[in-house]
C-alpha cells in the first residue's frame, strides 16, 4: 500500500526558503514516477515538479523554474522540494505524488496519478 506524508512547511516571509519533505513507503524509486503540486485557496491544483518513473528526468513548472528544485533520497525513501527565494504567490498547500503507470505527458495533470499525501501548508508574507 502507497503511502505519502508531508512536512516541511511553514510561515515564511518572502525572499525565505523552505524544504520541503515527503516520506513514502510501498513505493519503488525506480519503478514509480513521484512528484509535487500545490493547491492555493480557489483554484485548481496544480503542477509543480516531478521525476519520471525512470528518475532520470526531472520536470518543473515554467512558473517555478530556478527557484524550486526536486530532489530524492532512494535509501530513505524521502523525496524533497527545495524552494527558494519564496513569493507570496507560492502560498499554497503543497502535495507529494506518486504513480507507477503515468507517462511523461501526463505528469503535469493531477488527475493522472493515482496516489497523494494529504500535503502541507505554506504561507508567505510579504
Known amino acids: 500500500q502507497v503511502q505519502l506524508a508531508e512536512s516541511g512547511g511553514g510561515s515564511v516571509q518572502a525572499g525565505d526558503s523552505l524544504r520541503l519533505s515527503c516520506a513514502a513507503s510501498g513505493v519503488s524509486f525506480n519503478r514509480y514516477a513521484m512528484g509535487w503540486f500545490r493547491q492555493a485557496p480557489g483554484k485548481e491544483r496544480e503542477f509543480v515538479a516531478a521525476?519520471?518513473?525512470?528518475?532520470?528526468?526531472?520536470h518543473y513548472a515554467d512558473g517555478v523554474k530556478g527557484r524550486f528544485t526536486i530532489s530524492r533520497d532512494k535509501a530513505k525513501k524521502e523525496m524533497y522540494l527545495q524552494i527558494d527565494s519564496l513569493k507570496p504567490e507560492d502560498a499554497a498547500v503543497y502535495y507529494c505524488?506518486?504513480?507507477?503507470?503515468?507517462?511523461?505527458?501526463?505528469?503535469?495533470?493531477?488527475?493522472?496519478?493515482?496516489?497523494w499525501g494529504q500535503g502541507t501548508q505554506v504561507t508567505v508574507s510579504s
Open positions: 505524488t506518486a504513480d507507477q503507470g503515468i507517462i511523461l505527458s501526463s505528469l503535469r495533470i493531477a488527475g493522472q496519478w493515482d496516489h
Open positions: 521525476f519520471s518513473r525512470s528518475g532520470g528526468y526531472t
